[in-house]
């Protein structure tokens, strides 16, 4: 089995920063790095999170479907909410500006900000895999209405860090 090579920074292997270093491991993160690569990863980046969102939807949509076929009309309404809810998050990535222009045209982009953007990155996946193994693995039906509760609090928290983190990123590359 053969292993990945981490590029040194320059700066020792105990000064090598951590995130540098699982930047060069995570697929298209080197793109961002070079300018003329910036938009076209974006985009890629984009295009996971569209798929991870729509995982989810279908989920709900699921979960939706057999509420309904069991007449929890008040419930599924709920459900209803979070999976546009998810859907208007979706959108917010499909419709965004194709690229910030201070980020994307900038000759070089400072450590710190890439950084920050792939930490970012990391953690929003990281985030979407959680609510989708949550979906997954939460039973449904619930037994009663707290199980149910408690399932739509869990499923707000995710959309929530999910939100936050896609405001974060696009933040950072707003201000560069």
């Known amino acids: 089995m053969s292993q990945k090579m981490v590029p040194e920074s320059g700066k020792g292997a105990t000064g090598t920063r951590f995130l540098e270093n699982l930047a060069y491991l995570v697929p298209g993160y080197r793109g961002y790095k070079e300018k003329e690569l910036r938009r076209e990863e974006d985009a890629r980046l984009r295009s996971r999170v569209l798929a991870k969102l ?23 309404e709920a459900i209803d909410r979070r999976a546009r809810r998810i859907e ?30 792939l930490e970012t990155d990391l953690l929003l996946f990281q985030d979407l895999d959680d609510a989708v193994e949550r ?42």
Not at 54 to 76: C, G, Y
Not at 138 to 162: G, H, V
């Open 88 to 117: 208007s998050l979706a959108d917010a990535v499909r419709y965004a500006p194709y690229g910030f222009s201070g980020f994307f045209d900038a000759e070089k982009v400072r450590e710190e900000t890439l950084e920050r953007v």
């Open 54 to 76: 729509q995982v989810v939807r279908s989920l709900l949509a699921d979960r939706l479907a057999r509420l309904t076929e069991q007449n929890l009309d008040a419930a599924a």
């Open 135 to 176: 979906q997954r693995g939460i039973p449904f039906p619930p037994r009663n209405k707290a199980a149910l509760m408690e399932w739509m609090e869990a499923t707000d928290a995710d959309i929530e860090r999910i939100e936050t983190r896609l405001l974060t990123r696009d933040k950072i590359l707003g201000d560069r």
